[in-house]
């Protein structure tokens, strides 16, 4: 017997800001953001109780890094206090989309899963940040 949830679209709803970044990077000439997959993340709201209410946690799976985000896709980073017993940081937006998915670290993929081996360009573990630029698009032509 197979259980439905009574609200079905609540998930849809939750992870709508992941679909819409997905949607941005359809087109993008970065390697690495065809790495980029809604269904890696975990929604972490739950957890964190000194965040706006319109920015959503999403945890992405292999690299354990986030991805902030409201309901728009706007990516926001999170800033801790200056001083720890001044109280909470704050969440502050990224200067665009790309630096926000630069702190995300897709272009580890390739050797944290084996599907994407093809893409370490035979490089070690170790030796993976000779890969960072290839991967990351900033040895592509930006005049292009």
């Not at 993929?109 to 573990?125: M, N």
Request: charged share 30%; net charge neutral; hydrophobic share 40%.
């Amino acid at each position: 017997m197979r259980l439905e949830h009574p609200r079905p679209d609540l998930l849809h709803r939750r992870f709508a800001p992941l679909r819409i970044v997905a949607r941005q990077l359809r087109s993008s000439p970065v390697p690495a953001d065809a790495f980029f997959d809604p269904d890696d993340f975990m929604l972490m709201d739950w957890c964190r109780a000194d965040r706006p209410g319109s920015i959503s946690l999403f945890k992405h799976i292999d690299t354990r890094r986030y991805l902030n985000l409201d309901a728009s896709g706007t990516a926001y980073r999170y800033v801790p206090p200056a001083d720890a017993r001044s109280g909470t940081g704050a969440y502050v937006r990224h200067p665009d989309l790309r630096d926000a998915l630069h702190q995300l670290g897709l272009w580890e993929l390739p050797w944290l899963r084996p599907e994407l081996a093809e893409h370490c360009g035979g490089v070690a573990w170790a030796d993976r940040a000779e890969r960072f630029a290839a991967l990351n698009g900033t040895d592509l032509d930006r005049a292009s």
